[in-house]
Every structure is written in structure tokens, then in C-alpha cells.
């Protein structure tokens, strides 16, 4: 069995919520920078060692499927409710594709049509498609409109992908898109003369409270208990089965003693974040995502404090949270300027940490000689379980 790296990238509906994730994989030992297919011996693995269902969250799985691929017989091993065989752009419609894909169809699998150029020859395979796939660095609006408009009378749903602002997403549900894939839910909408919110102010003010580096525990406990909302979210997120304490936490001040400090600043940190309004909750897995990855790195390299660099991590997002730069989004918090230094610039430990893990997010690259997959799958899990709870 070959070592492969794996990343899973959301896919969301026009309202901004979770529909489906895409699973991007690369060989370990293969160090071009192209796109692969889930060959059958991944496919393998992934429905049986990684645990399809758990990597996915019960969610839909895209999954990439090149001309041999679709005539394995382990595809017909995947749960066919739950994964849409995505043909790549470089695949030949010829009689016998087609004929596999109709028999796949009859047994009950979705098609999604990647990087989609309408030529004739894709006809039958349309016809046999459930989604149909844009990459706007390869098609105009302008040509994807015309695509929509011609195909509305079938059943087909459009989704764009490599969608890099929100005006690139706004653009593409005005012509009719449904499904969105791409960068950019995670970066910041700048709007020229925007001013933050009552409610996000408030917010940042909290952080800035919360994270006071010497903060006391009788502090923290009040500073967290003059918000009634936050209290009463951190006692249920505490008491979810995220967590196995012996008896029900009932107090702020319980939990600092059973936490410690640090750990309920993490979790209140969370539920503030978790609380800025018209925000999808996919940006917050994703910050989850990368805080629990960097923590898990920074405990394997035997970096000190390594709940430092998940609070980097969680706020590593928060430039998209609150619309904003990442330097005027921290300049009120009172963090470490090592934390700072990290999200402003990706300088120093942890900012290398930060750079890791976005470049796995987009080219699904480790560093030479690091493979921490099982670490990012692990992150993905623990995210999944930490959210449903807040």
C-alpha cells in the first residue's frame, strides 16, 4: 500500500452551508504537483482503513475518478447514497466509459463532471450526470451561463469551483449556480466603508478580555460569566460528549479548576468566534481544523506550549470572521507576540506551523521527510465532533 496524503475541501450550498466534501489525495512519494485520482487501492483504503463515513462526517463525498478507476470493481464497494464519482476533464466519453457509467448509474451512483467544456461528445454522459462542475480559471461567466441556460431542462445542478472572492460567488448564483467550492468562505469579504457591528465589537472586546495573557482565574470567571450567552455555551459545549467529566460541570468556576486556565480560554475563545453573526460554520471547522494540526505538531516536534499554537490556529480565520485584515483584526487582542507574528506574516516556529498547514490545505504537500495525514484526519474527526457541540 502506498503512503498518500489527503485533504478534504468543503463544498457549500447558495445559503453557505456544508453540502458535500471533496477528497483530494496525492501520493507521498510523488512530488509533481498534479492532481490524481483516487486510485482503486485509495479507494480501497479510504472506504475501510480511514473510515469513508467518519472522514466525511456523513456528509456527500466528491471523490476523483480517472478512465481506469471507473472500471475497478472495488468502486462498486463504496456506499453509492453517499459518494459522487467525479470524472476527471482528461476522460474520453467512448462506448465502453459510457456503458460503465449507466451500469454504475443503475446501481444507484451519482456523477459529477469535472472542469466541465461542453463538447457533443459529452452528451450521453450529461445525460447520465447529476452536477456539472465549472472551473472559473478555465471558463468564463459569460460561456458557464450560456451552458446553464441551454441544459436548464435537465435535471442537472451547477457547481462552481476555484471560487476565490465573494463577488466570484455572487456572481455565479446570480447565473444560477448551486454548489460552491473554493477559498474563498475563509478570507475576508473587504467591503470599502464597512464598519464592525455592535455585536462583533462586542466580541472582539471579549477576546481581547479572555485572552489576557495574565489573567487570573477569578478574572477569567467573571469576565466569561458577564456574558450570559457565553456562560451558558461553554457549560453545554463542556458537558457535550466532546467531553467525559464524572459529574455535570455547573459552574465557570469549576471548569477553570477541572480545565486549568489555559484550557478554558481555548473554549471560550471557540464559542466566542462561534458567535459572529452570518458566518458559516464550515470557517469555524475549518479554524478547528487547523488549531487541533498545529497543536498535534507542535506536540510531535516538542515545541513548548503547544496549546499557544492552537490558539493560533483558531485564529488563524479570523481575518474572514470579522471582514477585516489579519492586523487589524488582532491589533485589540492582547496575544503573544509570537502569535501575532504567526498570523500577520507566518514568522517564526509558529508561523512555519501556519504555513505547513495551509500549504497541505491547497497543494497537499508536507514537508520532505513529514507526513502528518493520520494527524490531519484525526484533526478533521475531532473538528467534526468539537463543532456539533457548539
Not at 18 to 44: C, G, N, W
Not at 114 to 141: M, N
Not at 192 to 200: H, I, L, M, N, Y
Request: net charge negative.
Amino acid at each position: 500500500m502506498r503512503h498518500f496524503s489527503f485533504a478534504r475541501q468543503p463544498i457549500l450550498n447558495r445559503s453557505l452551508e456544508l453540502h458535500a466534501y471533496e477528497f483530494l489525495y496525492r501520493p507521498i512519494e510523488d512530488e509533481k504537483q498534479q492532481a490524481h485520482s483516487l486510485t482503486a487501492e485509495v479507494i480501497a483504503s479510504s472506504a475501510l482503513d480511514l473510515g469513508l463515513q467518519k472522514a466525511a462526517n456523513n456528509h456527500f463525498v466528491f471523490i476523483n475518478i480517472s478512465y481506469e478507476d471507473l472500471f475497478s470493481p472495488l468502486i462498486e464497494a463504496l456506499p453509492s447514497e453517499q459518494v459522487i464519482l467525479e470524472l476527471l476533464e482528461d476522460i474520453q466519453p467512448d462506448a465502453s466509459l459510457i456503458e460503465r457509467a449507466q451500469e454504475l448509474s443503475e446501481k444507484g451512483f451519482t456523477f459529477a463532471l469535472d472542469d466541465f467544456v461542453y463538447s457533443p461528445k459529452w452528451d450521453p454522459l450529461i445525460e447520465l450526470a447529476s452536477i456539472i462542475k465549472f472551473d472559473l480559471t478555465l471558463t468564463s461567466i459569460e460561456v458557464n451561463k450560456a451552458l446553464i441556460e441551454k441544459l436548464q431542462p435537465c435535471a442537472i445542478q451547477f457547481l462552481a469551483e476555484k471560487i476565490e472572492t465573494f463577488d466570484d460567488f455572487n456572481a455565479y448564483k446570480q447565473i444560477g449556480c448551486e454548489l460552491f467550492q473554493g477559498y474563498f468562505f475563509s478570507r475576508p469579504e473587504l467591503i470599502k466603508g464597512r464598519t464592525v457591528s455592535a455585536s462583533t465589537f462586542a466580541i472582539i472586546q471579549l477576546l481581547a478580555h479572555v485572552n489576557q495573557v495574565d489573567i487570573s482565574m477569578s478574572e477569567l470567571e467573571s469576565t466569561i460569566e458577564k456574558d450570559p450567552n457565553l456562560t451558558h455555551m461553554l457549560l453545554k459545549h463542556l458537558n457535550s460528549a466532546s467531553f467525559s467529566f464524572k459529574n455535570p460541570i455547573e459552574r465557570i468556576k469549576q471548569a477553570i479548576v477541572i480545565l486549568g486556565i489555559d484550557e478554558t480560554k481555548k473554549w471560550a475563545t471557540l464559542i466566542s468566534l462561534r458567535s459572529i453573526p452570518s458566518k458559516p460554520l464550515e470557517l469555524i471547522k475549518h479554524a478547528l481544523v487547523r488549531a487541533k494540526l498545529a497543536e498535534n505538531i507542535a506536540v510531535k516536534n516538542d515545541k513548548a506550549h503547544p496549546n499557544s499554537y492552537f490558539l493560533m490556529g483558531l485564529l488563524s480565520t479570523l481575518d474572514a470572521l470579522l471582514d477585516m485584515t489579519m492586523k487589524e483584526a488582532v491589533k485589540p487582542l492582547p496575544l503573544k507576540s509570537e502569535i501575532i507574528d504567526a498570523l500577520v506574516e507566518q514568522k517564526g516556529e509558529m508561523g512555519e506551523v501556519l504555513k505547513i498547514i495551509i500549504k497541505h490545505e491547497q497543494q497537499l504537500n508536507w514537508p520532505i521527510g513529514d507526513n502528518y495525514s493520520n494527524d490531519y484526519l484525526k484533526a478533521c474527526q475531532w473538528a467534526d465532533d468539537a463543532s456539533s457541540s457548539i
